[in-house]
């Protein structure tokens, strides 16, 4: 069960993800063709679970490369070192796997 909400919300992250991103370059933003996501599914049956969210996004958006930046170990707590690192330097990924509820009061709010 756990596994399936988790999947759950990943699948709602990359839905809402642009299927075109932005890097930033100096003042300006350049399009591009890629979607990175951080997430901490590196074995077993929670790599197949991400592979299937990704295939089904590459099926629904076929330009798109995604970029699968996975970070292993810790159950999370590695990827939310990596992800809170790129948030503080202004270099957020697309999407990130994170948990629910609480947890997302945590990542700093940016207001452009």
Not at 43 to 57: I, K, M, R
Not at 61 to 74: D, E, F, R
Request: glycine share 8%.
């Amino acid at each position: 069960m756990k596994i399936r909400r988790l999947a759950i919300a990943l699948a709602l992250a990359l839905v809402a993800s642009a299927s075109c991103t932005t890097e930033e370059t100096g003042s300006s933003k350049e399009p591009t063709s890629n979607l990175e996501v951080i997430s901490w599914w590196t074995s077993g049956s929670e790599e197949q679970a991400l592979n299937v969210l990704f295939d089904a996004y590459r099926k629904a958006h076929p330009g798109v490369t995604i970029v699968n930046a996975t970070v292993a170990g810790g159950g999370g707590s590695n990827a939310s070192v990596v992800l809170a690192q790129r948030l503080l330097r202004g270099d957020p990924p697309d999407s990130w796997q994170t948990f629910p509820g609480g947890a997302l009061r945590q990542y700093p709010r940016r207001i452009n």
